[in-house]
């Protein structure tokens, strides 16, 4: 079963830059497509962005097109999410998972079957 460790959150102004990365532990990371999540307080959580298993195909959420990018490094069994023009609105706990190997990539929370401990995205205004 993978394992997996999100970092890169903190605080930083409207307008600013944060890289989050997830670290997958285990031999199957890059059998499996990878999905970031949000939660802000008294919100349900939300898509972000999602990535197959090589990386070929990418998908957002409409809040974020254009200013976030995922990417990953197999190499490294590691994903990240680059984000760019950030506003007070994506303040959230960005939660990183994985999909069972071999599955495709969805937007979908419930098809995700690992998830990180998440790490916290402020943004001031």
């Known amino acids: 079963q993978v394992q997996l460790v999100e970092s890169g959150g903190g605080l930083v102004l409207a307008g600013g830059s944060l890289r989050l990365s997830c670290v997958a532990s285990?031999?199957?990371?890059?059998?499996?497509?990878m999905g970031w999540f949000r939660q802000a307080p008294g919100k349900e959580r939300e898509f972000v962005a999602a990535?197959?298993?090589?990386?070929?195909?990418?998908y957002y959420g409409d809040s974020v097109k254009g200013r976030f990018t995922v990417s990953r490094d197999n190499a490294k069994n590691t994903v990240y999410l680059e984000m760019n023009s950030l506003k007070t609105e994506d303040t959230a706990v960005y939660y990183c998972?994985?999909?069972?190997?071999?599955?495709?990539?969805?937007?979908?929370?419930?098809?995700?079957?690992?998830w990180g401990q998440g790490t916290q995205v402020t943004v001031s205004s």
């Open positions: 998972a994985a999909r069972p190997v071999y599955f495709s990539v969805t937007k979908n929370e419930d098809d995700y079957n690992v």
């Open positions: 285990g031999r199957t990371f890059s059998a499996s497509a």
């Open positions: 990535i197959s298993r090589l990386g070929s195909s990418t």
